[in-house]
């Protein structure tokens, strides 16, 4: 335990803080002339700096708040609650279950960069990308829910030359990601990689006058591949790389990270992240599990009520400990360009602290929770884990893993411990909702994979068999399918027999995604 923060600390102290190592911070250029501040020349009446060329004095910087931390570059002005919003809380709020839609996080402005938060986008966002011209399999247009994948998840589990090769070649590489992929799908992985470049390839676009892109798709190369007795299918490695480096003017680039998720049919169906964005880290911190979380009967408004209380609870405990306040202040200061106060460094932390309901499932079955999101620090790993470890300790003390609201016990959990319950897809591999409570199958008009695609129901029968042809792949999809669900073991056909290919639900068309209303989105291979 460090020493209280109002204690004298020596310059030294302060230095070796200031100047500690750091796994990713925000560049500071080298001062040139031009970043010198200009000599400025007052008067009872007005001021003007001595540069001619500079603003007046109703735009000179002395009239303007300096920016704190590089932070403040992204604030976001909430939306405007729709028309429905005021009669919906008024008549429903306190008899029906909450609903997220009508979440009044969503239009306030604290908590304060919630609107930056990458879990909450949707897909569409850009009105400025090219769409694919009419001749392609069609598929769900969206707008969908973006799902937010950290830049090093898609070279898990990966060797070291293909994870070498993909920082190399990062700008004209992407990840595509099946739904429900993983070490299963990676089995027949070279198949697969054909099937997804054809159909990468068949999109055509005005700007290269009605061609399209050569596009390449490679499997990815596990370092673990499992044996055959292995029990997780979903187990990484599960992003396939896109070549795109003949797409030279980025057209079809943009439309694939606008779009994201593609939905053609269960075969086809997988979604498309850059391999490098500007937000690498999920904002996921750790995950709040109580009986007192949105149990039966609980209405909207209660909800609303136990969030607030236990937000109060952990930003106060948060706030008390010089461990947590220690460590924000290094982060912030070394990280994000913080110039204020510790006590300012705190506040801008934890007032980008929310809580999102959500579902985990554990030992004792499915529990409802609330995950605390936070906006990163800090993109090393190393660094996260210790943040992840200092707000548990500081919350439940070293020895412990809960705290109380009231009489409510409320366990805190580090879903990147061994062992520990998770809040993850195997569909779309976001770590927010579970795979049954997975919005894109839920989406108007989806014909992708579904969670039911994935796991056998308790009360499904076996489906029929059939043989499947390996020059199919299709039918090796819909085959890899009945072994996620336990149906059958996976026997392809000899070369040159009967095919008989599974059942497609995709239909030709010009399904394209339809560009929507910008408002800081993604764009361009960035993301």
Not at 102 to 110: G, W
Not at 422 to 445: E, F, Q
Request: hydrophobic share 30%; proline share 9%; with cysteine.
């Amino acid at each position: 335990m460090g020493p209280p923060m109002d204690a004298p600390r020596l310059q030294q102290e302060r230095d070796e803080d200031m100047n500690s190592e750091r796994d990713s911070s925000v560049p500071v250029p080298e001062p040139t002339e031009e970043h010198w501040p200009k000599r400025l020349k007052t008067s009872r009446e007005s001021y003007t700096v001595s540069n001619p060329g500079q603003s007046l004095r109703d735009e000179s910087p002395l009239r303007k708040a300096p920016t704190q931390c590089a932070w403040d570059r992204d604030r976001i002005l909430p939306p405007t609650p729709p028309p429905e919003y005021e009669e919906w809380v008024a008549m429903h709020a306190s008899t029906r279950p909450f609903n997220p839609a009508f979440d009044k996080a969503r239009y306030l402005s604290t908590p304060v960069y919630r609107h930056a938060n990458p879990h909450f986008r949707l897909t569409n966002e850009r009105a400025d990308v090219e769409t694919p011209m009419p001749g392609h399999d069609s598929f769900t247009p969206g707008p969908l829910p973006h799902i937010h994948i950290s830049d090093w998840r898609h070279v898990g589990n990966v060797k070291d030359e293909q994870r070498e090769m993909v920082e190399r070649r990062c700008d004209t590489m992407l990840a595509l990601v099946p739904h429900g992929g993983g070490r299963l799908m990676n089995t027949e992985g070279e198949m697969l990689a054909k099937m997804y470049g054809e159909y990468l390839s068949s999109f055509r676009f005005e700007g290269y006058g009605g061609d399209g892109i050569g596009v390449k798709v490679f499997p990815p190369d596990p370092k673990k591949a499992g044996g055959p007795g292995s029990q997780n299918p979903f187990a990484q490695p599960w992003s396939f790389l896109v070549d795109v480096s003949e797409d030279f003017c980025d057209i079809l680039q943009r439309f694939l990270i606008n779009q994201e998720h593609f939905g053609v049919d269960p075969a086809r169906s997988f979604s498309i992240h850059p391999l490098q964005t500007t937000e690498p880290e999920s904002w996921k911190l750790v995950t709040l599990i109580s009986s007192y979380i949105d149990p039966p009967g609980s209405s909207h408004n209660d909800v609303l009520m136990q969030r607030a209380a236990v937000m109060e609870t952990v930003k106060g405990r948060l706030g008390r400990d010089p461990t947590f306040r220690d460590l924000v202040g290094k982060l912030a200061a070394n990280n994000i360009g913080h110039t204020g106060s510790r006590e300012q460094m705190l506040a801008t932390v934890l007032s980008s602290y929310h809580l999102e309901l959500a579902t985990i499932d554990t030992k004792e079955g499915p529990k409802k929770a609330f995950v605390l999101l936070g906006r990163p620090i800090t993109s090393g790993r190393e660094e996260l884990a210790r943040m992840r470890e200092t707000i548990v300790n500081a919350t439940c003390g070293t020895s412990g893993d809960h705290f109380y609201v009231g009489a409510h016990k409320v366990r805190v959990v580090d879903e990147s411990k061994p062992g520990a319950p998770t809040i993850d897809c195997k569909l779309c591999k976001s770590d927010m909702h579970r795979t049954v409570d997975c919005p894109l199958p839920n989406a108007r008009g989806w014909k992708g994979i579904t969670p039911t695609d994935l796991f056998k129901q308790q009360d499904e029968g076996t489906s029929s068999k059939a043989s499947r042809a390996l020059d199919d792949p299709r039918a090796i999809m819909n085959s890899l399918m009945g072994r996620m669900r336990g149906e059958e073991p996976f026997k392809p056909a000899a070369r040159g027999g009967k095919q008989r290919g599974g059942k497609s639900r995709g239909s030709s068309g010009s399904g394209h995604g339809q560009g929507g209303r910008s408002h800081g989105g993604r764009g361009g291979r960035r993301g």
